[in-house]
């Protein structure tokens, strides 16, 4: 199997979610003066590319170190919706690729909006898949969703209901 790196670069100036710090990466020792080359990393675990596990979400919820390594990989399909011109996606969108999900651990759903991502336009506007559709994916037998996007739900959400239908264990 070929396994495909998606992330970002972490670096001082990647984009996190709106009130979260930034993250700070300091030179603490370099190879002229200490003899060896050392970083201080400091942020938030879900600055940049991340994954979440129940724990973010569900009170009691699955740790990522109670995970398997094989829980985060396998076959994944990519469905391109970089050319919707509505900001929510359901189920009509999604069902065309249903045999294609069926055969996948993995849906990444591609809308191009990882371009914004050092921009203000990354916090806003950007598609979001409707409470059905996320219900509707729940039903695979899925290991989890990719988004390039900023958050799996709207930002200003304060229930965070896409989050709890993929992140509430059965």
Request: with cysteine; glycine share 8%; charged share 20%.
């Amino acid at each position: 199997m070929k396994i495909i790196d998606l992330s970002h670069p972490l670096d001082n100036t990647t984009p996190v979610y709106p009130g979260d710090e930034p993250p700070v990466i300091t030179q603490e020792s370099t190879m002229e003066k200490q003899g060896y080359s050392e970083k201080h990393l400091s942020f938030c675990i879900h600055a940049g590319t991340h994954l979440d596990v129940p724990a973010h979400m569900i009170h009691g919820g699955k740790t990522i170190d109670s995970f398997d390594i094989s829980s985060f990989t396998g076959r994944a399909c990519c469905i391109d919706i970089s050319r919707l011109s509505y900001d929510t996606i359901d189920i009509s969108t999604l069902s065309p690729y249903k045999e294609i999900i069926e055969r996948t651990d993995f849906v990444i759903l591609h809308s191009g909006w990882h371009m914004y991502s050092w921009s203000d336009s990354y916090f806003t506007g950007y598609p979001v898949l409707s409470h059905d559709a996320a219900e509707w994916l729940t039903g695979f037998s899925l290991k989890g969703i990719g988004i390039d996007m900023i958050s799996i739900d709207s930002v200003g959400t304060t229930d965070y209901r896409n989050h709890k239908i993929f992140l509430t264990e059965t």
